[in-house]
């Protein structure tokens, strides 16, 4: 996210949220200068992921599937 110090200003706590929400780094421009605003300690990628559900079965009805007739090895 790239914001002026101008909207910065107006909106430092939901920007500083935002960093630490998603780990994402913001830049602020001023006077030809570009200052970054990070967070120290790195939100993992795989944080950042929605759980999405995709199986609408229960987990141990996949696990204890009989593939043996589609097996060819």
Not at 13 to 23: F, P
């Amino acid at each position: 996210m790239i914001v002026t110090a101008s909207k910065l200003r107006a909106n430092i706590y939901n920007v500083l949220d935002h960093v630490l929400e998603t780990g994402i780094a913001v830049e602020i421009h001023r006077k030809g200068k570009t200052l970054k605003i990070v967070p120290v300690e790195k939100k993992s990628k795989l944080a950042n992921l929605k759980k999405h559900d995709v199986l609408n079965v229960p987990f141990d009805d996949i696990v204890h599937m009989d593939w043996s007739d589609q097996w060819k090895g």
